[in-house]
Nanobody, 115 residues
Framework: QVQLVESGGGLVQAGGSLRLSCAASGVIFSITDVAWYRQAPGKQRELVAGITSGGRTNYADSVKGRFTISRDNPKKTVYLQLNLLKPEDTAVYYC?????????WGQGTQVTVSS
């Protein structure tokens, strides 16, 4: 069974940093593309960053230059480094993958940035 478990969220002041982790199980991780999404209160869920099985990355314009996505295949983990955080980055961050035509989401981790 595919599972994605996020961790690393928390409360941080504006300008601070956090590192989120997404640990996967039940997948052949090395062939799996993974993405991070976020959802702020009253807003739609939006793509933050993605990384392919080959390591190619893409980012939302709002986080380019501040966030970095990476992966560690032996650990079956994808990371999202959040730097220069802003209050508008406050949201629940979700890990997502599509595996054999099925979509899977983690439970989410809360990131709160105070001004």
């Amino acid at each position: 069974q595919v599972q994605l478990v996020e961790s690393g969220g928390g409360l941080v002041q504006a300008g601070g940093s956090l590192r989120l982790s997404c640990a996967a199980s039940g997948v052949i991780f090395s062939i799996t593309d993974v993405a991070w999404y976020r959802q702020a209160p009253g807003k739609q869920r939006e793509l933050v960053a993605g990384i392919t099985s080959g390591g190619r990355t893409n980012y939302a314009d709002s986080v380019k230059g501040r966030f970095t996505i990476s992966r560690d295949n032996p650990k079956k983990t994808v990371y999202l480094q959040l730097n220069l955080l802003k209050p508008e980055d406050t949201a629940v961050y979700y890990c997502y993958t599509m595996y054999y035509s099925r979509a899977y989401w983690g439970q989410g981790t809360q990131v709160t940035v105070s001004s």
